[in-house]
């Protein structure tokens, strides 16, 4: 089974500062990896995709997301955040043809507050 | 439109009332899922269509749910008897591709909450 482990329910940063939001993976074979914002009372919104290639991944908004295959993890992050990117984010991971569901898995979500 | 619509957006149901959920999904998109988000947790994923085939129903959690999507374009979530554990935002999906799920567009959501 595929599952996705986001370990904090809340991430604190000011405004300038570089964020992280962690996220963890377990799936069967290559994962095909996600990463989606919820701001309020608006839908779930595309950030960025891994697939396959560079372990860094550019995304909207000035995101980006680090594949590390050793540490089964895929950490979002962002050099300098402002008020508007406190949000709901969450990580998802599907399996390839190969092993691993097609239909991807979400985690439970992070807050992230960033602090003027 | 240009995004994914989903209607209503708020429902409030009498327990044991049937209820429907509709979504208009970008035009053209051939893949369509649903997932359901209970207060606090990721989107669980219920059910996929690939234009009007339902390809994948393993995530709908009874018989009481049955969702359909006749001509490939618009479809509806409906629950049948709710439950107070029915109680969830329910998120549809589109996608241009037809493979089971690449980036998504997802719409706002319906809340339900069961009486």
């Not at chain 1, 991430?11 to 989606?36: D, H, I, M, Q, R």
Request: charged share 20%; hydrophobic share 35%.
């Amino acid at each position: 089974a595929q599952s996705v482990a986001q370990p904090e329910d809340q991430v604190n940063v000011a405004e300038g500062n570089p964020l992280t939001v962690k996220c963890t993976y377990s799936v069967s074979g290559n994962p095909y990896l996600f990463w989606y914002v919820q701001y309020p009372n608006r839908g779930l919104q595309f950030l960025l995709k891994y697939i396959t290639g560079d372990n860094l991944v550019k995304g909207s908004y000035g995101f980006e997301a680090e594949f590390n295959k050793s540490q089964t993890s895929f950490h979002l992050k962002k050099p300098s955040a402002l008020v508007s990117d406190s949000a709901l984010y969450f990580c998802a991971v599907r399996g390839f043809a190969s092993g691993g569901s097609y239909i991807p898995t979400f985690g439970r979500g992070t807050s992230l507050i960033v602090h003027p | 439109g240009a995004g994914v619509s989903q209607s209503p957006r708020y429902k409030v149901a009498k327990r044991g009332q049937d209820v429907a959920l509709r979504c208009d999904p970008i035009s053209g998109h051939v893949s369509l899922f649903w997932y359901q988000q209970a207060l606090g947790q990721g989107p669980e994923f219920l059910t996929y269509f690939q234009n009007e085939a339902q390809l994948d129903k393993s995530g709908l959690p009874s018989d009481r749910f049955f969702a359909e999507r006749p001509e490939g374009s618009v479809s509806t979530l409906k629950i049948q008897r709710t439950q107070q554990e029915d109680s969830a935002v329910y998120l549809c999906a589109s996608s241009d591709k037809m493979d089971r799920f690449t980036e998504a567009f997802f719409g706002q959501g319906t809340r339900l909450t069961v009486v």
